[in-house]
């Protein structure tokens, strides 16, 4: 699965590389695609205090519904982006939707607490090859530059469904209960499996899949690139920022100010909100300033809003507007940063592009599924252990741009 030349992070392949502008798929099916997987995931979170309740399990117990979750789609994507640019995307991607249509059924009927555990990790393992797919495609069919710009739309586009999934699974679960809430997974994986059979496929050269000795190989080949391995750390440390946060505040909020649920989820909208503003910016200025001075300008605003959570937490009383001011920062900052790291990253070697994308998701998932731990060990209902979980994330992608530019 060796690449047959190293495209340098700078260049871009040729226009005549790129499928015809009729075979391009449209922009809000690669939204919808990208977006099954954060839906899911987020639309439990309101519903962990209850699962607690339930199950007569601790609320860290009922948390690994969303830290497995996170584990699944970090492995998925890992097989997902190499079995696409030996196969294509369109019938991998399939498969995937049907391992999520499995997983989803799992968790609806999951009669203990293991049961949904399990199921959650077969449902994220499908649901991640949307995500992974979709930026596959994009830089298929688009150059580097135009490539973060697209990147940046559909991911502005995507924040929807991570937005309005806590709201509707309070809403679900207030009015019929948690397994109402898996239910939805359920018809939102059938609507979107049917659309996806309309998808093209903008795979335009497959690449040899020697097994996995080979799978591992290319992946170790993407990992020696010392600018590949920055960017890749970028999109895992902010990705890391928002997984604490998303992890111990509705302990902040539920249990240390005593908020309901719809409360969480409704404050939690600004955040998604702020992170499509985000995603906006990227879209609309990436092509025209750069992938590095978005990068720079993306991370600035990521690093003072952590920042800025540590000492609202340590120095003010607890309030729902100042716990969740500091995220909105890191929101637009992230919307920002990530399209232009995820972008650089699948182009240090264009024609390996499904690969890339695996493994910088798979960095962001591991990274995720760490902090959701850590957090949750380090909070205690105050809101400084989730602050300072997420500032060490942003400083993290701070050093790791320091390496990108170093290696440039």
Request: aromatic share 8%.
């Amino acid at each position: 699965m060796s690449p047959r030349d190293v495209v340098q992070p700078d260049q871009s392949l040729p226009l005549e590389e790129h499928p015809p502008p009729g075979k391009v798929p449209e922009t809000w099916l690669l939204t919808l695609l990208m977006g099954l997987g954060p839906f899911s995931m987020q639309i439990i979170i309101p519903s962990l205090p209850l699962l607690a309740v339930i199950f007569s399990v601790p609320y860290a117990t009922a948390q690994m519904t969303l830290t497995v979750y996170l584990v699944g789609i970090a492995l998925g994507q890992l097989i997902y982006g190499p079995l696409s640019d030996r196969f294509g995307r369109r019938p991998v991607l399939m498969l995937g939707l049907g391992v999520y249509l499995v997983g989803s059924l799992a968790a609806l009927l999951a009669p203990a607490i293991g049961w949904l555990v399990a199921a959650r990790a077969a449902q994220a393992a499908g649901g991640c090859a949307g995500m992974v797919l979709s930026r596959a495609i994009i830089r298929d069919v688009f150059p580097r530059d135009q490539a973060a710009s697209k990147i940046g739309f559909v991911m502005m586009g995507m924040t929807v469904a991570p937005m309005l999934a806590p709201l509707i699974g309070a809403e679900l679960a207030a009015a019929f209960g948690w397994r109402a809430v898996m239910l939805a997974c359920v018809l939102f994986g059938v609507v979107i499996a049917l659309l996806a059979l309309r998808l093209p496929e903008t795979l335009r050269q497959p690449q040899p899949l020697p097994g996995l000795g080979g799978m591992a190989r290319a992946y170790w080949q993407l990992a020696g690139v010392r600018s590949f391995r920055c960017y890749a750390a970028i999109t895992a440390c902010t990705s890391g920022v928002f997984f604490a946060f998303m992890s111990g505040a509705p302990r902040v909020i539920m249990d240390g100010m005593g908020h309901t649920a719809r409360v969480y989820a409704l404050a939690f909208m600004t955040i998604s909100v702020a992170f499509a503003a985000g995603s906006f910016l990227a879209g609309r200025f990436s092509a025209r300033m750069g992938l590095v001075r978005m990068l720079h300008l993306g991370l600035a605003g990521s690093t003072a809003g952590a920042l800025l959570g540590v000492g609202v937490q340590a120095l003010l009383p607890p309030s729902l507007l100042l716990f969740f001011l500091p995220m909105a920062i890191v929101a637009l900052g992230n919307g920002i940063s990530q399209p232009n790291a995820v972008a650089a990253a699948v182009s240090v070697r264009p024609q390996l592009a499904g690969t890339a994308s695996g493994l910088v998701g798979a960095a962001q998932m591991a990274c995720g599924a760490a902090m959701t731990l850590f957090a949750g060990a380090v909070e205690l209902g105050s809101g400084i252990g989730t602050a300072a979980t997420m500032a060490g994330c942003a400083l993290g992608a701070q050093l790791a741009l320091r390496g990108a530019r170093q290696a440039a």
